[in-house]
């Protein structure tokens, strides 16, 4: 994704009468379905589009317990406070897990 696309999407916005912040919603939330389906995985994740660059970042929310007992969905109180002493119990740490391969996927994604 890139410049390009951020104009498409801001066109696209103005043609239809929608806020950019509805389509912006929308494609993120596509994005993670796609993310899921394509690396097969159960994680939470999270998709943030920069708004003046393009770029795509996909985060793994983990909640923080005691003791984690699912790597994909939970992270334990003593590995999230060495990432920041002040993350708590049930706390949600983002993880970044962008995929090299991720542009292609989006790309595809926003073309449908």
């Known amino acids: 994704m890139n410049?390009?696309?951020?104009?498409?999407?801001?066109?696209?916005a103005e043609e239809r009468g929608i806020e950019e912040a509805v389509l912006f919603e929308a494609i993120e939330a596509a994005l993670s379905s796609a993310y899921r389906r394509n690396f097969g995985t159960a994680q939470n994740v999270r998709i943030d589009i920069d708004r003046t660059t393009g770029e795509i970042h996909v985060y793994s929310q983990l909640k923080v317990v005691e003791e984690a007992q699912d790597p994909l969905l939970e992270i334990s109180l003593a590995d999230a406070k060495k990432i920041n002493p002040n993350y708590e119990l049930n706390d949600i740490v983002l993880r970044e897990v962008t995929p090299k391969d991720f542009g292609r996927i989006a790309a595809q994604t926003a073309k449908q």
């Open 3 to 12: 410049v390009d696309f951020i104009q498409a999407i801001q066109d696209l």
